[in-house]
């Protein structure tokens, strides 16, 4: 689905360049016979955006010479002889014309060619204008260059195109909710006439494609597959605009909708099946990049990390450990060239950690604030060009404890002599501990029995616990070493029992600030 604003600065951006730092192409276009064509329109696209540029003196000249000025780039350049009276010429197009200087094509010849005709009619026999019309090789899908190959207000329409056995593909506009039709391959060795088309309602199909962060994925290629019949649906306008949106027109049934990368992309395809559609709707996903890549860097929360892309479908992963709860920003910027960093992370578990609510994004890359981690264990962040590009970028990580990851307030009894009660608590390295427990004069004599670290082993007070007997027991300043639950266990000195009160407080590691570069 096009983007008119986008559209129009594009024209605008060539059309200035043009003039500005033009260079030029030169040729001579011959006919069947090798005589120069006079009054042939050349159009000029770029290859990478399908953009028309504005070329002026664009026309073959009395022996069939041309000599048009544009900016460097990669163009297909299109000779359209359907004004020129006497036998019909096939249009031809040139692809993968490079100009970084001037450039001469040569002698370039047409051949006869064949015209197509046909009326194109909706529901209830109602003539449809703006039908695109394309023809392509049914085995290797290359479209011909037909220009011209639009219907009129009454429907019909009739164009010019070399001889041959061609897929037909019929294609309305998005805003008529007709359903796009393949035809063919039918074979036109001479003026063909493809009677009439009729074309049937279907239902608007829109959303977006995003990556893991929510950033809207460019040229996202949407695919439709009837689920019953197994027979692929046509689409019009089926890549995604450069916020990740689409809207194509299908018809109602159960459909399997799959949504692929841009090409070079690292990104993975995602397929939605069975999805049943009896009206408009909307229909949103992510892509994701693989999720293994084994030359992964370590670091700690707070530290930062310098990567690059050396080519467009580099995966880069960075780890690191957390615990459920705390509260993680990451920041990956694009430092040089032109890679746009993005990236996912994945949770200890496997599973994906949903960053879109937590996220933004720029044309330099994207940051997501205050993501909750969902559990403890080692994190993988899993970093890629989302626009396939390359070139460096840095990464940055915070993390923040929430109050209550910080401060525990304890309450509880020893009914009986020698029971306990446990508390959990989450905890980093580098993290500090420190425990008050008051009897309040229950007859409790306050006792820590056990601190457990994260896998269950007991670990050394001594140096650390102060105790009043009778009216509390403290931790003072213990380091915990480390990442994941541990478990603080109070019980009762000699048997005595009662009940207590009391504060476990951890202090979280300040981020070190150290940046890590990648080896």
């Known amino acids: 689905m096009g983007n008119p604003g986008i559209g129009l600065s594009c024209f605008l951006v ?10 030029t192409v030169s040729g001579n276009l011959l006919g069947p016979g090798g005589n120069g064509l006079v009054g042939v329109d050349i159009d000029v696209f770029d290859q990478a955006t399908g953009t028309k540029l504005t070329t002026a003196n664009d026309d073959t000249g009395a022996g069939g ?72 090789d049914p085995v290797t899908g290359v479209k011909v260059y037909t220009p011209g190959d639009d219907s009129a207000a009454d429907g019909d329409f009739e164009f010019a195109a070399p001889p041959g056995d061609w897929l037909v593909s019929v294609e309305p506009l998005v805003a008529t909710r007709l359903v796009a039709q393949e035809i063919g391959p039918v074979s036109m060795p001479s003026d063909t006439d493809l009677g009439t088309i009729s074309l049937e309602a279907g239902v608007w199909l829109s959303g977006r494609v995003t990556s893991p962060t929510g950033a809207g ?14 027979e692929a649906v046509p689409l019009e306008d089926d890549l995604t605009n450069p916020l990740g949106g689409y809207l194509v027109v299908v018809p109602v049934g159960t459909l399997d909708v799959t949504f692929g990368p841009p090409l070079g992309s690292i990104l993975q395809p995602a397929t939605v099946a069975g999805v049943v559609v009896a009206g408009d709707m909307v229909l949103d996903v992510q892509l994701h990049p693989p999720a293994t890549d084994p030359a992964a860097t370590t670091i700690a929360l707070g530290d930062g990390f310098l990567g690059s892309f050396a080519y467009g479908d580099e995966v880069d992963e960075v780890r690191f450990e957390g615990v459920a709860g705390l509260l993680v920003s990451l920041r990956a910027k694009r430092t040089l060239g032109g890679g ?10 496997g599973s994906l950690v949903d960053l879109a609510p937590y996220s933004s994004g720029k044309a330099t890359g994207v940051k997501c604030k205050a993501v909750p981690l969902p559990e403890n264990g080692v994190y993988r962040l899993l970093l890629y060009s989302l626009d396939a590009g390359t070139g460096n970028y840095a990464v940055s990580t915070k993390a923040k404890a929430p109050p209550a990851l910080k401060k525990i307030l304890m309450a509880g009894a ?76 109070v019980g009762g000195n000699g048997g005595t029992t009662g009940a207590f009160t009391g504060t476990l407080k951890v202090r979280f590691p300040r981020p070190s600030g150290l940046l890590v570069v990648e080896t």
């Open 65 to 136: 010479e041309f000599d048009i000025s544009v900016p460097a780039g990669v163009y297909r350049i299109g000779f359209d002889p359907s004004g020129l009276p006497g036998p019909t010429l096939a249009p031809k197009e040139v692809l993968d014309v490079v100009v970084a200087d001037d450039v001469d094509l040569g002698d370039i010849s047409l051949g006869y060619g064949i015209l197509v005709t046909g009326t194109v009619l909706g529901p209830g026999g109602a003539p449809v204008a703006g039908v695109d019309l394309d023809l392509s």
């Open 340 to 349: 746009r960093p993005d990236f996912e992370l994945i949770a200890p578990s």
């Open 414 to 489: 020893i009914a009986s002599p020698g029971a306990s009660v446990d508390f959990p608590f989450v905890a980093l390295p580098g993290s500090m501990l420190k425990v008050v427990v008051l009897s309040g004069g229950s007859g409790l004599d306050p006792a820590i029995v056990e601190l457990l670290d994260p896998v269950g082993a007991p670990v050394s007070l001594a140096g650390f616990l102060v105790s009043s007997p009778g009216v509390s027991v403290s931790i003072v300043d213990l380091p915990l070493a480390a990442a994941g639950t541990w478990t603080l266990r």
């Open 14 to 23: 060539l059309a200035l360049a043009a003039s500005a730092e033009g260079h």
């Open 217 to 230: 994925i460019l040229s996202a290629d949407v695919s439709v597959v009837d689920a019953v019949t197994a």
